[in-house]
């Protein structure tokens, strides 16, 4: 399993900020969002995870709380944001065979699509806008660039030379 990065940030502008104890960050995703937040001076207030909406999962039928991770006010708007990656936005490709990694995406993108449902009405009811931020979103916003480094190619092994005895 990936380790993600993981802390407590400490805002600048702590009157800014809007929600209750900590401020935890899940990802390095979720930090630079926070920083972005807490340094934009267009943002009147922001919180996170203090949104909680309920939401029907219909693979185990029953109610659960979906903490949202950021709450964004501006003046002429209030934004909802979940950050994911990428690849948690699309439904899994299936290859023929149910494998454990492929029912563990497939369960994860059913999930994520209920609580952004539901997270996509409740936001309506209270006049915000809902939004999902991937790596592609932030970069594409300046928040935190996308790694553009390119990878090594493969190198073919060595043949052994002969050994000497």
């Known amino acids: 399993m990936a380790k993600y990065k993981q802390g407590v940030f400490k805002p600048k502008n702590p009157a800014k900020y809007a929600g209750k104890g900590d401020i935890i960050y899940r ?7 926070f920083k972005w937040c807490d340094t934009n001076t267009a ?14 999962w219909d693979v185990d039928k029953k109610w659960h709380r979906y903490f949202c991770d950021l709450l964004i006010e501006f003046d002429d708007k209030t934004l909802l944001i979940e950050i994911k990656p990428d690849k948690e936005t699309k439904k899994p490709v299936f290859k ?11 369960t994860t993108f059913i999930k994520n699509q209920q609580k952004w449902e539901a997270a996509a009405k409740f ?21 935190m660039k996308k790694s553009r480094k390119r990878l090594k190619p493969l190198s073919r092994p060595k043949k052994n030379p002969k050994k000497k005895a």
């Open 96 to 106: 023929g065979r149910k494998t454990k990694r492929y029912i563990t995406e497939a």
């Open 27 to 33: 990802s390095s995703w979720e930090r630079h969002a």
């Open 123 to 143: 936001a309506k009811k209270k006049g915000w806008i809902f939004q999902v931020w991937t790596e592609d979103t932030l970069d594409k916003m300046g928040i």
């Open 43 to 56: 943002i009147k207030r922001w919180s996170s995870e203090d949104t909680v909406i309920p939401y029907f």
